[in-house]
């Protein structure tokens, strides 16, 4: 069964430090993982997408990771600020018949002062 | 400016009504989306339309029913709503279709039915 799972459900840290979210996928034939952040009431918005050549991405503060052998990811977020506070969501594509997408139930993170 | 928009943000309503949500996105996407986030914040997508066409549409009750009049627009209408309906229904466009294509997120409606 196609699976996403994510770690820790939720995360509080203080601000200015640094912190590691877990994605773990049984999707198979893997396409392409995409994580999101999803600040409260409103929708996802894309942080990297990853896809089976590449192990490492970075967007300003936030780095991905990903090893496809393994079938596990992780969003490494350097010098934590308050508006880090959100949920971050692993989304990870197969492809069989057609595109799938399945969606990790996503890490809450709260930066605190 | 807005890329993906929804209304209304909030919709409260009672068992048995029928409701509409709409979507619209200025981003001159070909693909749009309708997901639903439950309680459990698990995301999980409902439907997808191409250029006005149904491209995905996973296993949701008939009750839910979505039209796209043009490719900037896809509303969701449900009949009959029920109490399981209540949750955030967050619609989604891009460029491309599923196998690539980054998604924008609309900000959400928040459905409670009472």
């Known amino acids: 069964k196609n699976q996403v799972e994510q770690s820790p459900q939720s ?8 912190c590691t979210l877990q994605c773990n996928y049984t999707v198979s034939p893997f396409s392409n993982l995409r994580w999101y952040k999803q600040d409260t009431g409103r929708g996802p918005v894309s942080l990297t997408i990853m896809t089976f050549s590449e192990n490492t ?16 990811s992780s969003l490494h977020i350097t010098a ?5 506070s959100a949920s971050y969501i692993c989304v990870v594509r ?18 605190r002062p | 400016d807005t890329a993906v928009s929804q209304t209304p943000k909030y919709l409260v309503t009672q068992m048995g009504n029928d409701k509409s949500i709409k979507c619209e996105q200025n981003l001159g996407h070909d693909t749009m989306y309708w997901y639903k986030q439950d309680s ?3 995301l999980k997508i409902m439907f997808s339309y191409n250029n006005k066409e149904l491209i995905i549409n996973e296993t949701v009750p008939n009750r839910f029913s979505p039209k ?4 900037a627009h896809l509303n969701l209408h449900i009949n009959s709503l029920e109490l399981g309906d209540s949750a955030v229904y967050f619609c989604a466009s891009s460029p491309e279709g599923l196998a690539n294509g980054e998604q924008y997120f609309g900000p959400g409606t928040r459905l409670t039915v009472t």
Do not use: C, H, M, V
């Open chain 1, 11 to 18: 995360l509080i840290i203080l601000e200015g430090k640094n």
């Open chain 1, 57 to 72: 991405k970075s967007n300003g503060r936030y780095t991905a990771t990903l090893d496809a052998d393994t079938k596990q």
């Open chain 1, 80 to 84: 934590s600020q308050l508006s880090d």
């Open chain 1, 94 to 111: 197969w492809y069989s018949s057609a595109s799938k997408i399945i969606f990790g139930s996503g890490t809450r993170l709260s930066i």
């Open chain 2, 40 to 42: 459990k914040k698990f």
């Open chain 2, 68 to 71: 796209s009049p043009d490719k």
